[in-house]
C-alpha cells in the first residue's frame, strides 16, 4: 500500500487548505484512513481520522468545527478540508491508513500500518 499525500503550502492565517491523501495498491474498503501532523519539536498528532466503510469520522478537539474529513472511493481518495487556519496548525501533515483498527485505537499512531510522506502546511499571522 502506498499513500501520496498532496496539497499543503503557505496560507495566511484564517485562510484555507485542502490536503489529499491517495491510495494505490489496495482500495481503502475497510481501513481507516486519517491525518496526522508533527509540529517541530512536538510529538506527532492525531488530526482527524476516517472509516471507509461507513464514513463515520474522528476529529482531534483542536480543529473540531474548522477542518472537515471526506471520502472519494471512485478514486480511493481522501481530503482534508481546513478552514480557519491558524498558525499552530503549521506541521508537516501525515496520512495513514490501517484496518482492524478499535475505535479506542483510532487516534494512537501506531495503529496505522501504512503513512503517506508528509505534506508541509505553514499558517503566516
Known amino acids: 500500500v502506498q499513500l501520496q499525500a498532496s496539497g499543503g503550502g503557505l496560507v495566511q492565517a484564517g485562510g484555507s487548505l485542502r490536503l489529499s491523501c491517495a491510495g494505490s495498491g489496495r482500495t481503502f474498503s475497510t481501513d481507516t484512513v486519517a491525518w496526522f501532523r508533527q509540529a517541530p519539536g512536538k510529538e506527532r498528532e492525531f488530526v482527524a481520522g476516517i472509516r471507509w466503510s461507513g464514513g463515520h469520522t474522528y476529529y482531534a478537539d483542536s480543529v473540531k468545527g474548522r477542518f472537515g474529513i471526506t471520502k472519494d472511493s471512485a478514486k480511493n481518495t481522501m481530503y482534508l478540508q481546513m478552514n480557519s487556519l491558524k498558525p499552530e496548525d503549521t506541521a508537516v501533515y501525515y496520512c495513514?491508513?490501517?484496518?482492524?483498527?478499535?475505535?479506542?485505537?483510532?487516534?494512537?499512531?501506531?495503529?496505522?500500518?501504512?503513512w503517506g510522506q508528509g505534506t508541509q502546511v505553514t499558517v503566516s499571522s
Open positions: 495513514a491508513s490501517g484496518r482492524g483498527i478499535i475505535l479506542s485505537a483510532t487516534r494512537s499512531s501506531a495503529s496505522y500500518a501504512y
